[in-house]
């Protein structure tokens, strides 16, 4: 079946703009994960949903960082105002019965 | 979550068994040992989990030692494709209602020599 994707899978803003980027997890499955990749660097975690309930968002970085499933499926994080620092890969994972399965990311660039 | 070491890189030859290290002296009794790899440009992919005893599947082996506190990933026959980040990670969760969260630390680049 199909895995994880992700759109855009680049993205270039210019400092300030307001981006978002979308995950479509694997179908069924209730716990999403979203994950930042800074260059070199292994994932770190932003936040987590269980359907559409976000319970862990101690990840993220700042309030300018937003994220929301509202129909527990499609997740978008939403980055408001953003800052060169934001540059990263931004991975979105969903889980299976014992594993969590990963989509290809969104590599933003910020100017 | 218990922190793991690994090397930071490793060279492999083409079609020759590859032994990756992890050690994780603090691992808990409850955690389970997780290998991800990133292949480049892609997000990372599920190799392999264990509690205490060795495992095997189609992509890998993994051996732990018998106190826990560090295991070994093995591919057996490395390919040109093999050549990835391998993470090690300790995870208190496997399944259920509870979240997981995998925490990743820096990985071991490993490289195929053809």
């Known amino acids: 079946g199909a895995g994880v994707s992700q759109s855009p899978r680049y993205k270039v803003a210019k400092r300030g703009q307001d981006v978002a980027l979308r995950c479509d997890p694997i179908s069924g499955h209730v716990s999403l994960f979203w994950y930042q990749q800074a260059l070199g660097q292994g994932p770190e975690f932003l936040t987590y949903?269980?359907?559409?309930?976000?319970?862990?968002k101690s990840g993220l970085p700042s309030d300018r960082f937003f994220a929301e499933r509202p129909e527990g499926s499609v997740s978008t994080l939403k980055i408001q105002r953003t800052q060169q620092e934001d540059s990263a890969v931004y991975l979105c994972?969903?889980?299976?019965?014992?594993?969590?399965?990963f989509g290809p990311g969104t590599r933003l660039t910020v100017l | 979550d218990a922190k793991t070491t690994q090397p930071n890189s490793m060279e492999s030859n083409e079609e020759e068994p590859v032994h990756l290290p992890c050690n994780h002296s603090?691992?808990?009794?409850?955690?389970?040992i997780h290998w991800y790899r990133q292949l480049p440009s892609q997000g990372p992919e599920y190799v392999i989990h264990?509690?205490?005893s060795n495992v095997n599947n189609r992509m890998a082996s993994l051996a732990i030692a018998e106190d826990r506190k560090s295991s070994t990933l093995i591919l057996h026959r490395a390919t040109l494709r093999d050549a990835a980040v391998y993470y090690c990670i300790l995870s208190e969760s496997l399944s259920g209602a509870g979240s997981y969260q995998l925490t990743f630390g820096k990985g071991t680049k490993l490289s195929v020599i053809p």
């Open positions: 264990g509690l205490t």
């Open positions: 994972a969903s889980r299976g019965a014992d594993t969590q399965y």
């Open positions: 603090t691992i808990s009794g409850t955690d389970y």
């Open positions: 949903f269980q359907n559409e309930a976000q319970l862990d």
